[in-house]
């Protein structure tokens, strides 16, 4: 009887937990928002690359932690904000988006090299996954990637991972505590808003449902369940009385 009172009370894993997109007013409704580009931080790795006609120049401009003749060279952001490039004075880039440092970068390279140009790129341009969901670390393949093209990449979702509390954790671009959200990724108004795009060093945290001990991924399975221990519990009587 207890066995039966428990399953009765066991809840399901619905399509209402599991649907992506969903309409319903009942879901959070989260207002569109403008995309942000990432900006520059403290310890990031810009990856820069000079193009000009003169040879000479590329050999020695092109020169940093590694190098690659087809993706360029890696140059660390210091703490004070700056690069360092061979014989140019220190360049501030914090705080920066990409297109903004390859402009500042070549305008100060110009005044060595008159036909410049510059083309920068983040080296560290990953997020990571945590939760139920997998884990590991992957790259940014383009400069808009939204959550859900994240979490394909990241593969298939688990049944029991709490949709209704995604949380997302983020760097600061202004130092200190890194930013801390939660977001429903049910509701079709995550489109544009705030949380659809994922950013360089993002963190994305998907728990499971809580009490999902408990919790069956459909009611089929709960009827087969419940019949299963129907039987059980029937052939345990009749055995019973066998023994009288």
């Known amino acids: 009887m207890a066995m ?4 009765l009370g066991t809840s399901c894993i619905t399509n209402k937990s599991t649907t992506y997109l969903q309409t319903s007013d009942k879901l959070p409704q989260y207002p569109k928002a403008p995309y942000t580009y990432y900006r520059i931080q403290k310890n990031d790795q810009l990856v820069l690359r000079l193009l000009s006609l003169n040879e000479e ?5 092109n020169f940093g932690t590694s190098s ?3 993706t360029g060279y890696t ?3 210091y703490e004070d904000g700056t690069i ?3 014989f140019v004075e220190s360049i501030p ?9 390859s402009k500042v970068i070549e305008e100060r390279l110009k005044e060595f090299v008159p036909d410049a140009m510059v083309k920068v790129a ?6 990571y996954m945590l939760g139920v969901s997998g884990k590991g670390a992957y790259s940014l393949y383009k400069e808009k990637l939204n959550i859900f093209q994240a979490l ?7 049944t029991n991972a709490d949709k209704k509390r995604v949380r997302l954790i983020r760097p600061n671009p202004e130092g200190g505590r890194p930013i801390v959200k939660q977001f429903d990724l049910r509701t079709i108004s995550i489109i544009d808003s705030e949380y659809y795009y994922v950013q360089p060093n993002d963190v994305l945290y998907v728990g499971p449902i809580k009490g999902d001990f408990w919790k069956i991924e459909n009611y089929s399975a709960a009827i087969g369940t419940l019949s299963t221990s129907l039987n059980f519990l029937v052939s345990v009587v009749n055995l019973g009385f066998s023994f009288r």
């Not at 983040?122 to 997020?127: C, E, G, P, R």
């Open 4 to 7: 039966l009172l428990l399953l």
């Open 57 to 61: 120049a590329t050999a020695i401009f």
């Open 68 to 70: 690659s003749s087809t």
């Open 75 to 77: 140059y660390r952001v």
């Open 84 to 86: 360092d490039i061979p």
């Open 93 to 101: 880039v914090v705080g920066l988006t990409v297109r903004e440092a």
């Open 122 to 127: 983040l080296a560290n341009d990953k997020f």
């Open 152 to 158: 394909a990449l990241t593969g298939t979702m688990a």
